[in-house]
Nanobody, 115 residues
Framework: QVSLLESGGGLVQTGGSLRLSCAAT????????MGWYRQAPGKQRVLVAQ???????TYGDSVKGRFTISRDKGENTVYLEMNDLKPEDTAVYSC?????????WGPGTQVTVSS
């Protein structure tokens, strides 16, 4: 069983920055495909950024050039650096851990961008 806990969300003004963290226990982030997803009110959850065990990264079109996913082996944590935030980035951001047939989710952290 892998447990994930996100942190770093909050309220920020347009153009600001935040760094989200996803701390994992029970599984190494370096052997899994780690992803950040977000869900805005009334909308479906969508992929924001993803990193495979081979460090291949994928980004949603709306965040390319603004968000960066990274991981720290020693801390067993995945990060999402978010820059130039926009009101449309407002959502609950959740961390996902995929290893083989297993998928685990964190509870999420709220990010609100004011205009």
């Amino acid at each position: 069983q892998v447990s994930l806990l996100e942190s770093g969300g909050g309220l920020v003004q347009t153009g600001g920055s935040l760094r989200l963290s996803c701390a994992a226990t029970g599984g190494a982030v370096t052997v899994a495909t780690m992803g950040w997803y977000r869900q805005a009110p009334g909308k479906q959850r969508v992929l924001v950024a993803q990193m495979t065990r081979d460090s291949i990264t994928t980004y949603g079109d709306s965040v390319k050039g603004r968000f960066t996913i990274s991981r720290d082996k020693g801390e067993n944590t995945v990060y999402l650096e978010m820059n130039d935030l926009k009101p449309e980035d407002t959502a609950v951001y959740s961390c996902n851990y995929v290893f083989g047939l297993y998928s685990f989710w964190g509870p999420g952290t709220q990010v609100t961008v004011s205009s």
